[in-house]
């Protein structure tokens, strides 16, 4: 490159080593210019980082503070109680919220997977009703939340199922509302498994449902079932306890009535479409449901 340098004529050389000075200080001109908003914005950055991270410290700090005197065991098995407030807990909430969350994974795991495995190894791309049915499990999971709430509300809390507000409708309603996610996060756990697996085993003469029982779902599990690949399953437990109808003379820690299943009123409810659909009675006073 020298070589060829020092042959060019005097006035060649001279125009090249000036667009050489010219190119480099322009870029250093815009270096310079460029440091000054990325640093303002890093500063920025940091500051509100800070700000963000000591009031969620503060918050804590607080809380643990105001409340350190009810941290003991009531708090975690006694239920609500409206006479003995400093022994009252959230038993009924855990309870219903554990209920809840098991239920969601009851019925989104094998629905989850069965419909991921169905699209990609066994339905047939060009069935118009496949093809419906991938365009519906795109648009669903664009779906709010409270679109499911009120369907959940009609159908599993009212006519048809009509099951009340209880525990079972709340799982039912939240599976259908984190399926689609679930199905779509499945679906990619089930394409990252190497295509030369499913022809190996139907190369060794296996059926395809066996090849894809033994050998895809078993390297898809891992990333089908992480809770990195079901981003709608902590959107499982959003049902608030409802209060349960006690007498004000009642001391619920004498009492056995925090005992619930998920088909008994009373427990666990989703009750935020209910206090949106709820209206009082003109004739009786009482809210309608």
């Known amino acids: ?9 005097g006035r060649t050389k001279f125009a090249a080593a000036g667009a050489g000075l010219a190119v480099q200080n322009q870029f250093k001109s815009q270096g310079s210019r460029g440091n ?3 640093i303002v914005f890093s500063a920025l950055m940091l500051l509100a980082l800070t700000i963000a991270i000591t ?3 503060a918050i804590l700090a607080w809380a643990f503070f105001e409340g350190r005197t009810r941290l003991d065991m009531d708090l975690i098995f006694n239920g609500p109680s409206t006479v003995n407030k400093a022994t009252a807990g959230y038993s009924v909430a855990i309870l219903g919220t554990l209920q809840i969350v098991g239920g969601v994974i009851a019925l989104i795991v094998p629905l989850g997977a069965g419909a991921a495995l169905y699209l990609e190894q066994f339905a047939d791309k060009s069935r118009w009703w496949n093809r419906l049915i991938e365009l519906n499990i795109q648009n669903l999971a664009g779906v709010p939340s409270i679109v499911f709430g009120i369907l959940g509300l009609a159908f599993f809390v009212r006519a ?5 507000l209880v525990a079972a409708a709340g799982s039912a309603t939240i599976a259908l509302l984190v399926l689609p996610t679930v199905i779509l996060a499945s679906r990619e756990a089930i394409k990252a498994v190497p295509p030369s697996i499913l022809e190996g085993s139907l190369a060794l003469g296996a059926t395809r449902w066996q090849a894809v029982w033994r050998q895809v779902l ?6 089908m079932h992480s809770p990195a690949s079901t981003p709608g399953l902590p959107r499982a437990p959003p049902a ?3 209060p349960e109808k006690q007498k004000k003379t009642e ?11 998920v088909f008994q009123v009373g427990g666990t409810r989703p009750e935020v479409p209910v206090k949106y659909l709820s209206c009082i009675c003109p004739s009786t006073q009482k809210p309608i449901v």
């Open 218 to 223: 078993p390297a898809a599990a891992p990333g």
């Open 251 to 261: 001391n619920i820690k004498n009492t056995k009535q925090n005992r619930f299943s």
């Open 1 to 9: 490159m020298s070589d060829s340098f020092s042959q060019l004529p």
């Open 160 to 164: 048809p199922f009509n099951l009340g």
């Open 55 to 57: 009031a969620i410290i």
């Open 36 to 38: 000054g908003p990325s």
């Open 240 to 242: 608030f306890p409802g």
